[in-house]
């Protein structure tokens, strides 16, 4: 059985960043798509990144949202994924949660929530001033 465990959450200021990591206990987390999520009070949850397991091809995607600005990426040796968060907005403030699929193929950008098998707790950040 994976467990998940999200870190890194916090206030920040707007313009500021925040680096949040997924660690995988039980599992190693290379051979899972990770997704991250995110949801903010009132508003449904929405795919933030993802990227593909290693035994795939690790390719990385994000939402329209928060590209350019976040950037996901694998630490095996740690097995963690991080989301590093740069120049963040107001809007950015939510609940994310780190998801982990066995998506054994390739994929072509953000996959649903559905097709992921574990999930985290979650951790809060909020950008304000």
């Known amino acids: 059985q994976l467990q998940l465990v999200e870190s890194g959450g916090g206030l920040v200021q707007p313009g500021g960043s925040l680096r949040l990591s997924c660690a995988g206990a039980?599992?190693?987390?290379?051979?899972?798509?990770i997704g991250w999520f995110r949801q903010a009070p009132g508003k449904e949850r929405e795919g933030v990144s993802c990227i593909s397991s290693t035994i795939v091809d690790g390719s990385t995607y994000y939402a329209d949202s928060v590209k350019g600005r976040f950037t996901i990426s694998r630490d095996n040796a740690k097995n963690t994924v991080d989301l590093q968060m740069n120049s963040l907005k107001p809007e950015d403030t939510a609940v994310y949660y780190c998801?982990?699929?066995?998506?054994?193929?390739?994929?072509?950008?953000?996959?649903?929530?559905?097709?992921?098998?574990?999930w985290g707790q979650g951790t809060q950040v909020t950008v304000s001033s």
């Open positions: 039980g599992r190693t987390l290379d051979i899972y798509t």
């Open positions: 998801a982990a699929g066995a998506v054994a193929h390739m994929i072509r950008g953000l996959i649903p929530a559905t097709d992921y098998d574990y």
